[in-house]
T-cell receptor
Framework: GQNIDQPTEMTATEGAIVQINCTYQTSGFNGLFWYQQHAGEAPTFLSYNVLDGLEEKGRFSSFLSRSKGYSYLLLKELQMKDSASYLCAVMDSNYQLIWGAGTKLIIKP | DSGVTQTPKHLITATGQRVTLRCSPRSGDLSVYWYQQSLDQGLQFLIHYYNGEERAKGNILERFSAQQFPDLHSELNLSSLELGDSALYFC???????????FGSGTRLTVV
């Protein structure tokens, strides 16, 4: 079966750095996505990795290791507005997105 | 504005009733996806349409049905509604060369 695992909840302090991990087992791989979702709102695209390595975009970076079925999202200089759920999703061999349950990130002052 | 339009934004209805949710994808996008998200839960994939044809089905109940019309807008029909159907329903679209999906703002359905 297809499976994506990520922690249910994480807590971090404003100004700090947090790493959200995601492991996956899917039938085929056509890229890994990270989305941000504030409560009651639509998910919004954060990053896309299809090759191994680190992709940096401002305060956010995403890393992929295809051989290990592993990715992480790194958030630096945390702000209160970063409090949200972070969804890991993998595009399978049928070009369907398989979603993790999401990681709820709580930022404390 | 993501370019994906969902109506209505909010819907309150009674158990046993039937409702229709509507989605207009971004201009040029041929794929439409429907998702259900209950409170504090993950996204549950319901169904995918591509250019009017059903492409993939997820955990969609038999009481639910969908279609995509020639103008590419899509409707999700929910019937014999139960309290447990209360959720956010998201539509997303994608096009050729896109990275991932673009989501609409969702329809919040409350069944009372």
């Amino acid at each position: 079966g297809q499976n994506i695992d990520q922690p249910t909840e994480m807590t971090a302090t404003e100004g700090a750095i947090v790493q959200i991990n995601c492991t996956y087992q899917t039938s085929g791989f056509n890229g890994l996505f990270w989305y941000q979702q504030h409560a009651g709102e639509a998910p919004t695209f954060l990053s896309y990795n299809v090759l191994d390595g680190l992709e940096e975009k401002g305060r956010f970076s995403s890393f992929l290791s295809r051989s290990k079925g592993y990715s992480y999202l790194l958030l630096k200089e945390l702000q209160m507005k970063d409090s949200a759920s972070y969804l890991c999703a993998v595009m399978d061999s049928n070009y369907q997105l398989i979603w993790g349950a999401g990681t709820k990130l709580i930022i404390k002052p | 504005d993501s370019g994906v339009t969902q109506t209505p934004k909010h819907l309150i209805t009674a158990t046993g009733q039937r409702v229709t949710l509507r989605c207009s994808p971004r201009s040029g996008d041929l794929s439409v996806y429907w998702y259900q998200q209950s409170l504090d839960q993950g996204l549950q994939f319901l169904i995918h349409y591509y250019n009017g044809e059903e492409r993939a089905k997820g955990n969609i109940l038999e009481r639910f049905s969908a279609q995509q019309f020639p103008d590419l807008h899509s409707e999700l029909n929910l019937s014999s509604l139960e309290l447990g159907d209360s959720a956010l329903y998201f539509c997303a679209s994608s096009g050729q060369g896109d990275y991932g999906y673009t989501f609409g703002s969702g329809t919040r359905l409350t069944v009372v």
